[in-house]
């Protein structure tokens, strides 16, 4: 695999995977999971939360690596 997307592949899938960690910490401790009820739509609702904040936190673990790269 060429370098250049052997680096984006491996910081975008670090970001996703401390974006998801966050996610989980919120959904379990945080603010997020005082507000979920045992309904059925739930779920939807933490998968949402979840994929956003990974791929927020992917492109900006991306974008900051990029930019100190010299």
């Not at 989980?24 to 059925?40: D, E, I, K, P, Q």
Request: overall charge neutral; proline content about 1%.
């Amino acid at each position: 695999m060429p370098s250049l997307v052997l680096f984006v592949v491996k910081n975008l899938a670090i970001g996703a995977i401390i974006g998801l960690t966050v996610a989980c910490w919120l959904v379990a401790f945080g603010t997020v999971g005082s507000h979920l009820s045992s309904g059925r739509g739930d779920y939807v609702a933490v998968v949402m939360i979840a994929y956003s904040m990974a791929s927020c936190f992917g492109m900006g673990f991306l974008a900051t690596a990029l930019m100190f790269l010299e």
